[in-house]
């Protein structure tokens, strides 16, 4: 059973940063990322990387703005948020599961944290 605790969720002005931290325990997956969902709509995916190395990938509304990233040490993968929007409010999850890293696909999900942007 893999669990999966997120935080650093905040509230920001439009054009602030914020980062999140996801701390892993237990069995492993592949890819672990980020997802987001926002009131009345459904989950999103935002960000993935494969914890052994290699590329990560992006949606395309967050791509040039977020960063994701490891400490394998640490057993934790962070979200760098840049450059925030209003339209990036949402309660953001971290998942783990095989890639590619999707909704259908992930396997264990974090609890979740509340990003909100003030315009």
């Known amino acids: 059973q893999v669990q999966l605790v997120e935080s650093g969720g905040g509230l920001v002005q439009a054009g602030g940063s914020l980062r999140l931290s996801c701390v892993a325990s237990?069995?492993?997956?592949?890819?672990y990322g980020w997802f987001r969902q926002a009131p009345g709509k459904e989950r999103e995916f935002v960000a993935a990387?494969?914890?052994?190395?290699?590329?990560?990938y992006y949606a395309d509304s967050v791509k040039g703005r977020f960063t994701i990233s490891r400490d394998n040490a640490k057993n934790t993968v962070y979200l760098q948020m840049n450059s925030l929007k209003p339209e990036d409010t949402a309660v953001y999850y971290c998942?783990?599961?095989?890639?590619?890293?999707?909704?259908?696909?992930?396997?264990?999900w974090g609890q979740g944290t509340q990003v909100t942007v003030s315009s």
């Open positions: 998942a783990t599961g095989p890639a590619p890293l999707t909704t259908a696909r992930a396997r264990s």
């Open positions: 990387l494969n914890w052994s190395g290699g590329s990560a």
């Open positions: 237990g069995r492993t997956f592949s890819n």
